[in-house]
Nanobody, 121 residues
């Protein structure tokens, strides 16, 4: 079993900052991928940023230069630092983690419960 616990959402004014966290726990053998998605009302869920096991970081164009994804390997935690927030960043943010539970390398995909980010004055 793998559990994901997200935290860090909230209400912030335009131009402000928030940091999201997503901690993975359970019988994890290795983490293949950690990413953040978001879903605004009436829109499809979209990929915001991800960090594979190589450690490289990847972003959707709309957040480049404003958001930073990072990972704490020891804590199995992924972070999303969001700066210069805009009203269009308002959405429910979900973390997504792909793990293996043993040396057989079978991958399991898990989603966090979602955390609301609202950018408004």
């Amino acid at each position: 079993q793998v559990q994901l616990v997200e935290s860090g959402g909230g209400l912030v004014q335009p131009g402000g900052s928030l940091r999201l966290s997503c901690a993975a726990s359970g019988s994890i053998f290795s983490i293949v991928y950690m990413g953040w998605y978001r879903q605004a009302p009436g829109k499809q869920r979209e990929l915001v940023a991800f960090i594979p096991s190589s450690g490289s970081t990847n972003y959707v164009d709309s957040v480049k230069g404003r958001f930073t994804i990072s990972r704490d390997f020891a804590k199995n935690t992924v972070y999303l630092q969001m700066n210069s927030l805009k009203p269009e960043d308002t959405a429910v943010y979900y973390c997504n983690v792909v793990v293996t539970l043993g040396p057989a390398a079978i991958q399991y995909n898990r989603w966090g419960q979602g955390t609301q980010v609202t950018v408004s004055s």
